[in-house]
């Protein structure tokens, strides 16, 4: 009788398992295919939890969502900005000085390498940190802090950066700089001195950037990285980017050249592990020559901050700030 008991026991906890598997997957197969990424934390269930049928499946969870583009001018985007109370925030400038840059221009930029100063034509490089000073001085405000870092060069490669204000004169490494008119010089400046290498990889920026968040107590922040995107699966710059959704830091990657985007487009679409969506990519190229666009600079300056909005509010609601 014994063990018949024991084996009755022992079909009903199995039985009950295996109901507790089936509907385990259900609800992953239903949270893979819906509109909205979700993840879920799943509990192990006690033996009467299984036989009574009290016991819970999952936790809720935090949920990751990506943000949709839905503003029509530059002007909508920065209403939005101060509606969501940001109308001051701290800008990091990093600039891709990998040997891709050589050969990216073929398409886009008359064959030429995408660092090449070519006289009374400014490179894609010059192009999008001038649109940016065009657009954005009015979120800069008299403190002025704008951050530029350089990396991919011979001697950052994939592990480090160097500092656009390191050779200024002034003691302090990470010297800011208080307008993109300067960052854009200094660019000019040391450019002809760099030495491509690589290979790519933009964790290194983003972990310094985080750093130089930290430093300030705080703050809001928008890294710009422009960059060919000529890069392999770097699984640093995936883990990178999901740490920094932990900070007040909204991410932009701007593609200049050729491409193809592939990869950065999965990099703004996916990454679910974020606590909320941090990266947008924008294509200069595309986003300032579709339909001979009036305004290129304005243009770029829509699809650049296209999220900034959402992503400030979330930080918001995170409690980030």
């Known amino acids: 009788m014994f063990a018949f008991l024991t084996a009755v026991v022992g079909n009903v906890f199995l039985f009950f398992q295996w109901q507790n598997e089936k509907r385990r997957k259900a609800l992953v197969h239903e949270m893979s295919s819906g509109t909205q990424r979700q993840s879920r934390r799943f509990q192990d269930s006690s033996l009467f939890d299984v036989m009574f ?15 949709v583009d839905h503003f029509d001018s530059f002007a909508d ?54 649109s940016l000073g065009a657009t954005l001085e009015p979120f ?34 990470d010297r800011p700089f208080a307008s993109f008119p300067e960052v854009l010089a200094r660019y000019t400046e040391i450019v002809k001195r760099i030495v491509p290498a690589g290979p790519t990889s933009f964790a290194p920026v983003i972990k310094k950037t985080v750093s130089v968040l930290r430093k300030s107590g705080g703050r809001f922040h928008v890294l710009i990285i422009i960059t060919d995107g000529q890069m392999g699966d770097d699984q640093e710059t995936v883990e990178a980017i999901v740490d920094a959704s932990n900070y007040p830091l909204s991410i932009v990657l701007v593609g200049v050249g050729d491409g193809p985007w592939h990869r950065m487009e999965e990099y ?7 606590r909320f969506d941090n990266f947008q990519f924008v294509d200069f190229h595309k986003s300032t020559t579709v339909g001979r666009r009036k305004n290129p600079q304005t243009a770029f300056a829509l699809q650049a901050l296209m999220e900034v909005p959402d992503q400030y509010k979330a930080i918001r609601d995170l409690g980030y700030l």
């Not at 050969?103 to 886009?108: E, K, L, P, S």
């Not at 703004?268 to 974020?274: A, G, H, M, N, S």
Request: with cysteine.
């Open 77 to 130: 985007v920065t209403n939005a900005m101060k509606k969501a109370g940001l109308s001051l925030c701290d800008f990091v400038v990093a600039v891709d000085f990998t040997a891709s840059n050589e050969w990216q221009g073929r398409r886009t930029f008359n064959k030429n390498c995408l660092h090449a100063i070519v006289v009374k034509t400014m490179n894609p490089y010059q192009q999008v940190i001038a």
């Open 53 to 67: 049928g009290t016991g819970e499946l999952y936790q809720p969870a935090e949920t990751f969502q990506t943000f």
């Open 268 to 274: 703004d679409d996916r990454l679910p592990k974020r």
């Open 140 to 173: 800069i405000g008299d403190h002025g802090v704008i951050h530029a870092f350089g990396f991919g060069d011979r001697d950052s490669r994939d592990t480090k950066v160097f500092s656009f204000g390191a050779s200024l004169g002034s003691m302090r490494e």
